[in-house]
């Protein structure tokens, strides 16, 4: 990040659905999923700086890196 450049804090969430055991069996499994490279979880709730929005880092599905071109939509 260049120098000039400030940053703002942002909360970042990401949800999921899973069936597991328990709720540590539940993190465990989203962990892993999360840690997966080749995971499509790539839709992000982020607030900070005075909005709140939806990050979608691969709105078309062919991307699982995130690098391509996101769509950003208000949160609900």
Do not use: C
């Amino acid at each position: 990040m260049p120098e000039h450049e400030t940053t703002s804090p942002y909360e970042v969430t990401w949800t999921m659905d899973l069936d597991a055991a328990d709720p540590v069996d539940a993190a465990r499994e989203a962990l892993d999923i999360i840690r997966d490279p080749t995971s499509w979880a790539l839709i992000f709730d982020v607030r900070g700086n005075g909005q709140a929005v939806t990050v979608d880092l691969d709105p078309d599905h062919t991307d699982p890196s995130g690098q391509g071109t996101p769509k950003v939509t208000p949160a609900p």
